[in-house]
């Protein structure tokens, strides 16, 4: 089984509609992420959480949030959904050993089409 | 401000042949370097890391790269190419932000290998 579990692996909606993005791990790390990839852009912070009780803004967080449901669990959600959120998600995670320079772990994507 | 720079956009080289991935980074404290990999559809994995000693490291795949301060480089190489090495390349480094450590990504180079 996969260690970085993202849902769905695929989703159409339609501008304005509510969606949430769903990651699972089972690496027991602390540290989950949300990024969003476009083509020629590479990857981009949307979240960060370093445990349950702490979430962080990355880079292009404004039209998404986040909830940390437990260490296991990070789902990202897009309140009203436009076009331009049309990207491929991914979810990493990644341990804490104090001295920087931890590799993440990164989920298979989410693709996401907002008509 | 931080960033990493991936000159190439697209590579296309011939089964067998050398490769040469180049990144720029530009970072004031010393850097957590790294190289990750994209294959079709999936999400990405580490090739390899630097954060202290030797300049020269190994990584998975028979991959290697050389962190040269001087340049601000972390470039990648491989002596001879597989057909199925051709995946989107992503150099990162990893800052600390507010306290937090976070990786930045470069836009990616992506590799066609020629049989």
């Known amino acids: 089984d996969a260690d970085v579990t993202q849902t769905p692996r695929n989703r159409i909606t339609k501008t304005g509609k509510r969606i949430m993005l769903e990651c699972s791990q089972t690496k027991g790390h602390d540290r989950m992420y949300w990024y969003r990839q476009d083509p020629g852009l590479g990857l981009r912070l949307i979240y960060y959480s370093f445990d349950v009780k702490d979430i962080n803004k990355g880079e292009i967080s404004d039209g998404y949030s986040v909830s940390r449901q437990a260490q296991a669990k990070f789902s990202l959600s897009l309140e009203s959904a436009i076009p331009n959120q049309t990207a491929l998600y991914f979810c990493?995670?990644?341990?804490?050993?104090?001295?920087?320079?931890?590799?993440?772990?990164f989920g298979p994507g989410t693709r996401l089409l907002v008509l | 401000a931080q960033s990493v720079t991936q000159p190439d956009i697209h590579i296309t080289v011939s089964e067998g042949a050398s490769l040469e991935l180049r990144c720029n980074y530009s970072y004031g404290a010393t850097p957590y370097l790294f190289w990750y990999v994209q294959s079709p559809g999936q999400g990405l994995q580490l090739l390899l890391k630097?954060?202290?000693?030797?300049?020269l490291v190994q990584g998975i795949k028979g991959f290697e790269a050389e962190f040269k301060r001087s340049q601000s480089s972390f470039n990648l190489r491989k002596p001879s190419v597989h057909w199925s090495d051709a995946a989107e390349y992503f150099c990162a480094v990893e800052v600390l932000e507010g306290g937090s450590e976070k990786l930045v990504f470069g836009k990616g180079t992506k590799l066609t290998v020629n049989p």
């Open positions: 990493a995670t990644s341990d804490l050993a104090g001295r920087g320079g931890e590799t993440q772990y």
């Open positions: 630097y954060f202290s000693g030797d300049t």
